[in-house]
């Protein structure tokens, strides 16, 4: 073969390569679209039935000169890249991703910011149990600095015979007490119907691992404008964990932050394993505040200090702890709920470590 007709079949297949390029850049535009209308229907993305179909199909109707086995593997290859392009491309479209907004997101609570760059402590009984219970917590609380309180009025527990929280009187309790303290007020809502009244009495409505994928809470939730703040499921991905905060913000709702309070693991040591390479990992993948509960996903006081500093050399943007006047007599979780003396030593701990 003379160099002269080289060149020319040379510049033939320079033609179809391109036209190839064209062609595939088509394909993945329709392949899109298609991820689109299947994200509006709820269909699953990936469908291996008509995979199948298709590569059948063209090796049915190859001429050669490939191998049947050689066109299914390089088809094989188009099918995969166009899924992979229609998951890269909703990722990148989802309102609580970092591709979406560049510039963290911030939460107003009158003067206080969560995800500004100061680190932050929420802490409060599990439960609310009484006036002289909340008084004499928020009493600490208010001498140590904090500013935001938690206490539990609505409990879904395990077992159906454990307390289950005092409901509204819990969040009424709860408002009234921090009001006279000057502090912020976090509780959880369980029930859609509860959430505008939760407003009037919570300065941040918590959603809980529980509830995480409760998609009517998390609607219910996008269509108020209180901060949320959002924990993860007890096994659920961070896929899923972001997907359940784009439910609350795709309704209107942008005052989401995030909390990692561990996930169940085989490991017995600890209540929850407490997943640290969460916190770096979300804040790389949102733009949304990201907090850690060390007392539910430690479950042991004697490592709550070690795992808060952990959590805030990740990057959270704040800790949650549970704290109690008697934990011996808490009707909730009182085994991992630390007394006054021993929150103080924990945040002098944390303090002393300059991450806070």
């Known amino acids: 073969m003379s160099q002269e007709k080289l060149e020319q079949l040379r510049e033939q297949l320079d033609v179809l390569n391109l036209q190839l390029l064209e062609m595939l850049s088509e394909r993945g535009r329709i392949a899109q679209e298609i991820g689109y209308e299947k994200e509006k229907q709820g269909v699953p993305k990936y469908d291996p039935v008509r995979e199948k179909k298709m590569l059948d199909k063209l090796a049915d ?7 049947h086995e050689t066109v299914r593997h390089l088809f094989k290859q188009i099918f995969q890249a166009s899924l992979q392009l229609q998951q890269t491309d909703h990722k990148k479209h989802l309102l609580v991703s970092r591709k979406k907004q560049q510039e963290d997101t911030v939460i107003t609570l009158g003067d206080i910011t969560v995800g500004s760059g100061k680190p932050m402590i929420i802490a409060g009984p599990c439960s609310v149990e009484s006036y002289d219970q909340m008084r004499k917590t928020a009493a600490v609380l208010k001498e140590a600095g904090i500013t935001v309180m938690r206490g539990g009025a609505f409990k879904p527990r395990t077992s159906p015979y454990d307390f289950q929280g ?4 819990g969040l009424k309790m709860l408002k009234e007490v921090a009001a006279e ?50 924990k993860r499921g007890l096994a659920a991905t961070l896929d899923e964990f972001l997907h359940s905060a784009e439910y609350i913000v795709s309704r209107g709702n942008t005052q989401v932050m995030l909390i990692e309070r561990g996930i169940r693991t085989y490991e017995k040591a600890t209540r929850n394993t407490l997943d640290i390479s969460a916190v770096p990992i979300l804040k790389l993948e949102s733009h ?12 042991r006081k004697d490592i709550l200090a070690p795992c808060a500093k952990a959590a805030l050399a990740a990057g959270a943007d704040g800790v949650m702890v549970e704290v109690h006047p008697d934990p011996a007599t808490a009707l909730s979780d009182a085994a991992q709920q630390l007394n006054f003396e021993e929150f103080k030593l924990f945040l002098a701990d944390v303090k002393q470590s300059g991450l806070l």
């Open 61 to 67: 109707l190859n001429q050669g000169p490939f191998e």
């Open 166 to 169: 005092l409901g509204i009187e």
């Open 181 to 230: 303290f000057g502090l912020k007020t976090i509780s959880e809502i369980v029930d859609p119907s509860h959430i505008e009244l939760a407003c009037d009495y919570l300065d941040v409505i918590q959603i809980g691992a529980r509830n995480m994928q409760n998609f009517e809470l998390l609607k219910a939730a996008g269509d108020v404008r209180t901060p949320i703040l959002l």
């Open 288 to 299: 949304l505040p990201v907090l850690v509960d060390v007392t539910h996903s430690t479950g």
